[in-house]
């Protein structure tokens, strides 16, 4: 089976441009999760969803981000005028259920604001 | 929250044995994961600690101490393929400990 994909893998955006980051999870993966890492450092928790549900979107560092995953299988970032700081890879992981359950990575999407 | 300590960049030689410490501080745990990350690609999964003790997987070796906040990363016969970084991760215990917390990961650069 395919591990989990992201789109693009690179992207390159003016200042004020919005974007769009998609996740393909692992198929039948219940649970969702996006990362920022920026570089040198671990990755940082935005977002989390069960199924189609966002449970949890404490770590989206301002309003202009926003995540959906509609159908709960494939999950959309959207970044809105975007910023300097906000270059940095996105990445999606993806686990089975529950809070036991190991989290898989895709390769992620390098952002960067121009 | 939630602390996690680990060295910025280790060398080592081929075929040698390299450890990875990572130092902890969290308000409820609920497993500790390490992940190796090539650079531009994903972090992989190694190993995953739940109770104290090691945990062998081929030349990569895991151990846990909750009562010391201590793990450790344990590569033996190290390969030129193993220069990467190694993040080592915890579970936060917020909001039913679903969210990784990470170290900022140890770069280890193998020379031969």
């Known amino acids: 089976g395919a591990g989990v994909s992201q789109s693009p893998r690179y992207k390159v955006a003016k200042r004020g441009q919005d974007v769009a980051l998609r996740c393909d999870p692992i198929?039948?993966?219940?649970?969702l999760f996006w990362y920022q890492q920026a570089l040198g450092q671990g990755p940082e928790f935005l977002t989390y969803?069960?199924?189609?549900?966002?449970?949890?979107k404490s770590g989206l560092p301002s309003d202009r981000f926003f995540a959906e995953r509609p159908e709960g299988s494939v999950s959309t970032l959207k970044i809105q005028r975007t910023q300097q700081e906000d270059s940095a890879v996105y990445l999606c992981?993806?686990?089975?259920?529950?809070?036991?359950?190991?989290?898989?990575f895709g390769p992620g999407t390098r952002l960067t604001v121009l | 929250g939630q602390n996690i300590d680990q060295p910025t960049e280790m060398t080592a030689t081929e075929g040698a044995i390299v450890q990875i410490n990572c130092t902890y501080q969290?308000?409820?745990?609920?497993?500790l994961f390490w992940y190796q990350q090539h650079a531009g690609e994903a972090p992989t999964f190694l190993s995953y600690?739940?109770?104290?003790g090691l945990e062998e997987k081929g030349r990569f070796s895991s151990f846990l101490s909750r009562s010391k906040g201590y793990s450790y990363l344990l590569l033996k016969e190290l390969q030129m393929k193993d220069s990467a970084s190694y993040l080592c991760?915890?579970?936060?215990?917020?909001?039913?400990?679903?969210?990784?917390?990470f170290g900022t990961g140890t770069r280890l650069l193998v020379s031969p």
């Open positions: 969290t308000s409820g745990f609920n497993g």
């Open positions: 969803f069960q199924n189609e549900a966002q449970l949890d």
């Open positions: 198929s039948g993966h219940v649970s």
């Open positions: 992981a993806s686990s089975l259920a529950g809070a036991a359950d190991t989290q898989y």
């Open positions: 991760a915890v579970r936060d215990p917020g909001r039913g400990f679903q969210k990784l917390v």
């Open positions: 600690n739940v109770l104290d």
